[in-house]
């Protein structure tokens, strides 16, 4: 009966959407109506409200919604949703004041002598309105009214005219920043843990292992990441749009003709030009350059723009005046003027000692003091000029409230979704069919692409993507990132601005295109541009480093990036160790045979026996190389044959466990109908054979499973248990043998700092004789804490902490001051073998460490360098299919 009640549902919500009731309405008012008659209908039939839910009751799933409701608002970790406002308040801001307009003028000039020139000024403009704006309405509408008039009136063909002002607008959908990218990334978070707790239980289900290692886990991913991530498949699409109008104009010169320019090509027009572009590249550069460099954070860099864009406004608000500049000029110096104090001041108050600490504090206050001045200067002028800033203001209300609304209304359809079981029938639906998560994923983008002939690009982010999401990230076939899907869902969504018969981009063209454009042109000229949406839809699928490098690498390189032996680089750090391996093999042998030869007879006999040890066991790297590569190929071979069998054992136990499942369902259903006050033997007995059919199709699937799975799967788990162990090996080796290299290096670096500290050891023999017991004590600890900070000065420090309690305990001043003796010796000793290194030993290690610290030293460093990074992060943008493991 659940079906039925889903069906309701979704009968319910078609409705109010195609009836032209408000969306933010009818999303909470389907699901509210849906629960009540399922609740209504158990209770008249049935006697039980919660009769006709798959599992629970009105009240949890009621409750479930106001609880996703209240996540919007209070849950601190979803707060991917601040930026939204930020960067809507930016887009208006731009529009308002017209620097659009001015960036299209001055482009429609510079390109329009090349076949197809205005058309690819419109799709320029759009690219970079796209990036500093992202609001598809105000980009169409300006580009209608200023480009589509001119386009027109140069003979443009005007279906080409009409799609290629449609099609540019669209672009701040997928080039970030934009409000598409940050609602997938907030839906996709939460996704993303959903899938990586479905994953986990496949894991423990299917291998017994209770943790499943952490390079399977699913990768999440933050606005931040998605914003990366489409950054390239967004100039992919600039340049589908931009050859198609090139190459129509060179066919057919009569679609595209040149438009010759009036004026001259001089200095006073360049200036122009660059006064249109270098405003909108710099915002562009500041906001997504500060998310990218891992300066600031998404909601940071949408701060960042909101105060760019107002700024810029004011100058361009009082275009003429000679004051025009002066905030932003103001801002500039500001800005200048505080990234120097931050590079040579300590601008914490807390670390002020000097007079020089305190000038730079006072010069940095004065600098802040400058920026906002110019940011109240351009609130001023916005507010005062034909009242833009309150216009501003009440558009970006308007946009933020529908956006939030709508995301409130979907969390309460998604929990109507699932209390009537409809999670379950897609997981079904998607998981049994044919072709693995390939076909999942193209029929979910199917779905998507259709859904977008009738939904906005919200309904579908917020209703379609929490459903089919978890399924598709979970599955480890692919092990797609959630990035990855993201920018895919993105770039189809996309094309529902597009589609008819209700594409927004079209109807808002419409609205300002003249009478002699018919709504046919409009339609005939946005087909083209849905083709090649997805066309570069298909390229960023079948090359996902397009979309997954740039977050990789930014995670790579970032101040917090995780150090080389992070297990989840692991495997693509060996793959590139190894080929350094290879061309540095004589070379690290080399290297290894000269600094054995170094004389170490002076150093302490248990530093110089982990020393050789050392040495020799890095000798044995290229054995445990070459043991991990004969492993390796003998699992790659085996599983070419092993792979088909496997998949096809998982599908049939796949069905065996659903089977299972059902059979669950039925026998509660028995105990409740055995437990009841009249029970219904009929009713029992009919769910008994049922139960024993149930269990005799779970025996046919199984007698399906070949003879030699078991003996198949025991040596694949053998030849996988072998090349993991062959890497264990390499990995603990090369760590120890490294270990000893990096502590006799920064031993013998401590020498200076050892004996620095001889005179304040000394010092303490009057200080244990004559001064008071605690004095006495807090300045041995005092000296306890300099040796802590030097390498291995622990014995040392060891006499010094045995002479401090003799003095707390006994308040024997003879045993602390003997217990001094030793430590002075200890520290001489040390000073002596370390110093005599520093001279004739330090810089042969040094030069060693140069030759092997990015192989066998690599693990050990505390970060990976930028060509490193950037070869990793090449590698990590990859799908590996894991589904082996399962």
């Not at 978890?470 to 990035?483: F, R």
Request: glycine share 6%; proline share 4%.
């Amino acid at each position: 009966m659940e079906v039925y009640f889903l069906l309701l549902l979704v009968v319910i919500m078609i409705a109010a959407l195609t009836s032209g009731f408000p969306v933010a309405f009818a999303l909470p008012g389907s699901a509210i109506l849906s629960i009540a008659i399922a609740a209504l209908c158990g209770y008249l039939f049935v006697g039980d409200p919660d009769a006709f839910f798959s599992h629970g009751g009105p009240n949890q799933w009621l409750s479930a919604g106001v609880t996703n409701f209240r996540s919007m608002y209070w849950v601190v970790e979803r707060d991917t949703l601040i930026a939204i406002p930020l960067f809507v308040f930016m887009g208006i801001m731009l529009q308002r004041s017209k620097i659009a307009e001015d960036l299209l003028v001055a482009m429609a000039q510079l390109f329009g002598p090349v076949p197809g020139g205005l058309g690819i000024s419109v799709i320029f403009v759009g690219a970079l309105l796209a990036a500093t704006t992202g609001i598809v309405g105000a980009t169409v509408i300006a580009m209608g009214l200023i480009s589509l008039p001119a386009m027109l009136r140069n003979n443009y063909s005007k279906s080409l005219a009409c799609g290629t002002i449609c099609a540019s607008g669209t672009l701040g959908q997928i080039i970030p920043p934009s409000i598409v990218l940050i609602i997938l990334a907030d839906q996709l978070s939460s996704a993303a843990d959903q899938a990586n707790t479905a994953r986990k239980s496949e894991y423990r289900e299917i291998t017994g292992d209770f943790s499943m290692p952490s390079d399977f886990d699913v990768v999440s991913a933050s606005a931040g990441d998605m914003f990366m991530g489409a950054f390239v498949p967004g100039l992919i699409l600039v340049g589908l749009y931009m050859a198609y109008i090139f190459i129509a104009a060179v066919i057919k010169p009569e679609v595209a003709p040149p438009v010759p320019y009036d004026g001259k090509y001089n200095r006073q027009f360049f200036i122009k030009v660059l006064m249109a572009l270098a405003p909108p590249l710099l915002l562009i550069f500041t906001v997504l350059g500060s998310i990218i460099l891992g300066i600031a954070t998404v909601n940071q860099a949408g701060a960042i723009g909101a105060v760019g864009a107002l700024i810029m406004g004011s100058y361009r608000l009082t275009k003429g005046s000679k004051t025009s500049y002066y905030p932003a000029i103001l801002a500039i110096v500001s800005l200048v003027a505080i990234t120097f104090l931050l590079n040579y001041y300590d601008l914490n108050i807390k670390n002020i000692k000097t007079e020089e600490d305190q000038f730079g504090v006072y010069l940095a206050i004065i600098a802040v003091s400058g920026l906002l001045t110019s940011v109240v200067w351009a609130i001023w002028r916005a507010h005062k000029i034909d009242n833009i800033l309150h216009d501003v203001m009440i558009d970006t209300a308007k946009t933020t409230s529908m956006v939030f609304i709508i995301l409130l209304g979907a969390a309460m359809l998604t929990s109507a979704f699932r209390a009537f079981g409809g999670e379950e029938l897609v997981k079904q639906f998607l998981t049994t069919l044919p072709g693995g998560f390939w076909m999942q994923f193209i029929v979910v983008m199917l779905v998507i692409f259709l859904l977008g002939f009738f939904l906005d690009f919200i309904e579908i982010a917020v209703v379609v993507v929490p459903i089919v999401a978890p399924i598709l990230l979970a599955n480890p076939e692919a092990n797609v990132t959630a990035v990855w899907l993201g920018v895919m869902v993105g770039l189809n969504i996309q094309t529902s601005f597009l589609t008819p018969p209700f594409g927004f981009a079209l109807f808002y063209l419409r609205g300002v295109a003249p009478a002699i454009v018919k709504t046919m042109h409009i339609y005939k000229g946005a087909v083209a541009f849905i083709g090649l949406q997805l066309l570069g839809l298909f390229i960023a699928g079948a090359f996902p480093t397009l979309i997954n490098y740039l977050p990789n690498r930014t995670y790579l390189t970032s101040d917090t990036a995780p150090p080389p032996n992070n297990p989840r680089i692991q495997l693509c750090m060996e793959d590139m160790v190894f080929t350094s391996y290879e061309k540095q093999k004589n070379e690290i042998e080399t290297a290894l045979k000269q600094v054995k030869k170094l004389d170490t007879a002076y150093f302490p006999d248990n530093y110089r026996h982990k020393l050789n040890e050392g040495f020799n066991d890095m000798g044995k790297v290229f054995e445990l190389i070459s043991q991990i590569e004969i492993a390796q190929k003998a699992y790659q071979h085996f599983v070419v044959e092993y792979e088909p069998l496997h998949r096809e054992v998982r599908t049939v136990q796949r069905h065996i466990r659903k089977i299972g499942k059902k059979i669950d369902v039925l026998n509660d259903e028995i105990k409740q109908i055995e437990f009841s006050e009249h029970p219904d033997e009929n009713a029992m007995a009919m769910l008994e054979t049922r139960v024993e059919e149930l269990k005799s199709d779970q025996q046919k699937l199984a007698e399906n499973i070949p003879q030699q799975w078991k003996g198949a799967r025991e040596q694949y788990l053998d030849l996988a248990k072998k090349e993991k162990i062959a890497r264990s090996k390499y990995r603990r080796l090369v760590d120890d043998s490294y270990q000893v290299v990096a502590d006799t290096r920064d031993m013998v670096n401590a020498s200076d700092a050892l004996t620095q500290l001889q005179p304040d050891l000394e010092a303490l023999f009057a200080v244990i004789r004559d001064a008071e017991i605690k004095t006495a004590m807090e300045q041995i600890k005092g000296v306890e804490s300099s040796l802590s900070a030097i390498k291995n000065a622990h014995p040392v420090k060891s006499k010094l902490s045995k002479a401090r309690r003799a003095l707390k305990k006994t308040q024997d001043r003879d045993k602390a001051s003997g217990l001094l003796v030793k430590a002075v010796e200890i520290l001489e000793t040390e000073v002596s073998w370390r110093s005599q290194a520093s001279r004739l030993y330090l810089p042969g290690l040094q030069q060693f460490d140069e030759v092997v610290k990015n192989t066998i030293g690599l693990r050990m460093q505390e970060r990976l360098s930028i060509d490193q990074a950037e070869e990793i992060a090449s590698c990590l943008a990859k799908h590996k299919d894991i589904s082996l493991a399962f």
